[in-house]
């Protein structure tokens, strides 16, 4: 029940998993020798990968797919890919922005929409959907809500977590995290 230590860990978990890689752990232990290692390059068979084809006499030139580059690429069209939705949903959130409904409550800019869409927070700005269907005892509570998040800048730990799912996209967890975030804030 203690909200604020389970969002500390679950962003120290992030953190941490972004960090840990890039820590360099040294001991001096012996490594585990190679194959080559134990036995000389004499005793290893020579083992011939292509040839002449049987049918025409001629050799065959095969370009080998090199499975590297074919992981490399897909990572790249995929981060490609949650990039650009990234942009795409800060391009439909600055244009929510723009509307002619908003005013101001406390510390925060609440933006109001008749659109069938959802009521949220990011940062100082409370977006409000179909705000014709709600009365002004509603939308009081919904923006005393909403105001609890944006103090506690919930929408950083969301944020956190879009980026870095940009970079790590294929990682499942992200989703679970990302869930598991709006849950908690709620």
């Known amino acids: 029940t203690d909200f604020k230590a ?9 953190i941490t998993s972004l960090i840990f890689p890039l820590v360099h752990i040294s001991y001096s232990q012996p490594h585990i020798p190679s194959l080559s290692e134990l ?18 006499g001629t050799q065959s030139l ?21 990039l650009a939705r990234f942009v795409l949903q800060l391009i439909q959130l600055m244009r929510r922005l723009s509307s002619p409904t908003s005013y101001r409550v406390g510390e925060c800019n ?7 869409k959802h009521t949220f927070s990011f940062f100082k700005f409370i977006f409000l959907g179909q705000s014709d269907g ?9 923006i005393q809500h909403e105001t609890v998040h944006a103090r506690q800048l919930h929408s950083l730990d ?15 967890f992200l989703k679970i995290y ?8 709620e």
Not at 6 to 14: C, E, G, K, S
Not at 134 to 142: H, N
């Open 134 to 142: 709600l009365t002004a005892e509603e939308k009081t509570k919904i």
């Open 39 to 56: 036995l000389p390059s004499y005793l290893l068979p020579e083992l011939i990968i292509g040839g002449q084809d049987s049918l025409s």
């Open 158 to 172: 969301l944020l956190l977590v879009n980026i870095v799912g940009i970079f790590f996209w294929f990682n499942p």
């Open 178 to 185: 990302k869930k598991t975030f709006i849950q908690l804030h």
């Open 110 to 116: 609440v933006v109001e929409s008749t659109e069938n």
């Open 62 to 82: 095969q370009v080998p797919i090199n499975p590297k580059y074919l992981v490399e690429l897909l990572y790249i069209a995929g981060s490609i890919f949650f």
């Open 6 to 14: 389970q969002r500390l860990f679950l962003l120290a978990a992030v």
